[in-house]
């Protein structure tokens, strides 16, 4: 049995960390979203939920100005600061999910033995209508890309919580 298949209770909530480039723009919307959608559900004991970037380059920054608009028009919240993710994160998360194939590469590189391997997912693996599998990078252009990174995170992590959701039991 894999390590996010186990019961998920308070005494031991699902730790799901979100990946991306920067963590300024995708992970930091999905962290985010999911939050959101846990705290309409009333599941906030279950589940720590947090995000980081496979660079460096935008560390301690708040997510990017265009991701909070859109954040905001959807009734969303994006509170994170930028942090790189680090090896020493993949045993200290159930989830680990990057949001495109570079960074679900660079993960991968990061892990040591097929238990941590078997952690890291890409986001759009639950996603009902999953594409190309990649969130798109939305940093170089217009508000179209991250309306679009929006509703993608938005289908795909109601789709990860409803999935998690059977994994929670109310015994200790
Ligand atoms: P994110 O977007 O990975 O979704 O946070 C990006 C943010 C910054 C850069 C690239 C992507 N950058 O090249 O600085």
Known sequence: ?????????????????????????????????????????????????????????????????KSQMVASQNGVEL??????????????????????????QNLLHLANNPEQKEKIKKLREYDPKPGDGNVPDPYYGGMDGFNRVFDIIQRSSSALLDSLKSQISEDS
């Open 1 to 65: 049995m894999t390590k996010n298949r186990n019961k998920i209770t308070i005494e031991q909530p699902f730790r799901i960390c979100f990946v991306c480039l920067g963590n300024i723009c995708r992970s930091p919307t999905a962290e985010g979203v999911f939050q959101h959608l846990v705290n309409q559900q009333s599941l906030e004991p279950y589940f720590f939920i947090d995000s980081a970037g496979t660079s460096a380059y935008h560390i301690g920054e708040p997510a990017n100005s």
């Open 79 to 104: 509170t994170s600061k930028a942090r790189r993710f680090e090896k020493d994160d993949i045993d200290d998360f159930n989830l680990i999910l990057a949001m495109d194939d570079e960074n679900y």
